[in-house]
């Protein structure tokens, strides 16, 4: 635990100079102070007055982290938790950590300054070990995406199933030749739809060629980029199991500018079931998340916790998906 004279080292004056910074003392320069304060910032001390103070406060913000709120699954995650804090009289913050561990620890430090009451995190890009240490400062719940060995309440899905379902279906369309494609740095998602992606793959004795396995596939671009690198293989294959529905949108909308044919020439599968996958011609094929039903869920137990209504124990609450099928596949 940081303590006085650790801060009084680094900012190299007396533990007495730093108390009375700490306590406002008026007989102490700018300079001083600055040097006081920025030692506090990089050892992340907290006075035990105000440590005790902290403890003691409530606070009615609760932080969602989302990755990119330009994915619709996102927005629409976030506009049904918002919905219900509202009418408990809690706001809503939308943290953006653009997949960076730096940005995801800057807002879980929010909560052990308390200028948040607790956090959703509906992605994670850093492992539990170094999450869990926030925990002492107010509950921390994880939706859709979770670290390993996460000792905290988690609301999932199981993509393991909605990896499998997805390539089984374009194996039985006749597509022997399937590429892959993921977003980010995830640990569950990612690791477990590609799981699913290798069973079925196994159960019909099937290679997997990693010429077809495409990453940073976050939206419409990366589909658009995606197609071009498909284009331009020697060997191509005649189906893609996408990240998500705006990846798959991308995909079909330069297909058309090429004259590929959607699916005879390549079929193409999405994942969330947003609403533009039913409006695109044709309609994508695509594996649904019940998005709405995850923030619901999400936000209630979140509010359960914050009232003292709910201990946060361990606790893993899934929720069912399943394909859809359309046109692309």
């Known amino acids: ?31 001083k102070r600055k040097l006081v304060h920025e030692a506090m910032k990089e050892l992340g001390y907290v006075p035990n007055s105000i440590a005790r103070q902290l403890r003691t406060q409530t606070n009615d913000a609760i932080a969602v982290l989302i990755p990119r709120l330009s994915n619709p699954f996102f927005s629409k995650l976030v506009d049904s938790m918002e919905t219900i804090a509202a009418e408990n009289g809690f706001k809503l913050i939308v943290c953006q950590t653009r997949s960076q ?34 925990c002492d400062f107010g509950p921390i719940i994880f939706c859709n995406e979770y ?30 030749k399937i590429a892959f494609c993921y977003a980010g740095t995830q640990f569950t998602n990612i690791k477990e739809r590609y799981l699913g992606f290798k069973k ?38 005649t189906a ?13 909308a330069e297909s ?13 599968l999405g994942f969330d079931d947003q609403p533009i996958a039913e409006l695109m011609d044709p309609g994508i094929s695509t594996i649904y998340q019940p998005v709405e039903q995850i923030g619901k869920v999400s936000i209630e137990l979140m509010l359960d916790l914050l009232k003292g209504e709910q201990k946060p124990e361990t606790c893993k609450l899934e929720l069912p998906l399943h394909l859809v099928v359309r046109g692309s596949t």
């Open 200 to 237: 079925a793959h196994e159960e019909f004795n099937l290679p997997i060629n990693e010429n077809w396995i495409f990453d940073e596939a976050y939206d419409t671009k990366s589909g658009q980029e995606i197609f071009y690198k498909i284009k331009a293989l020697k060997q191509k294959p």
């Open 101 to 134: 561990k730096s940005r995801e620890i800057t807002y879980l430090n929010w909560l052990k300054t308390r200028q948040i009451g607790g956090v959703i995190m509906a992605s994670s890009e850093n492992v539990w070990e170094v999450i869990k240490t926030y």
């Open 256 to 268: 058309k500018k090429n004259a590929v044919k959607i699916p005879e020439e390549l079929a193409v």
């Open 147 to 176: 670290p390993p060995l996460t000792e905290a309440p988690i609301i999932y899905l199981n993509q393991f199933e909605g990896g499998y379902i997805g390539t089984r279906h374009l194996i039985e369309r006749g597509h022997t």
């Open 1 to 31: 635990m940081t303590r006085i004279q650790d801060v009084a080292k680094l900012a190299g004056l007396s533990p007495a100079t730093v108390s009375r910074v700490i306590n406002n003392h008026p007989y102490v320069s700018e300079e």
């Open 240 to 252: 893609i199991f996408t990240s998500s529905d705006e990846v798959a949108l991308g995909i079909i």
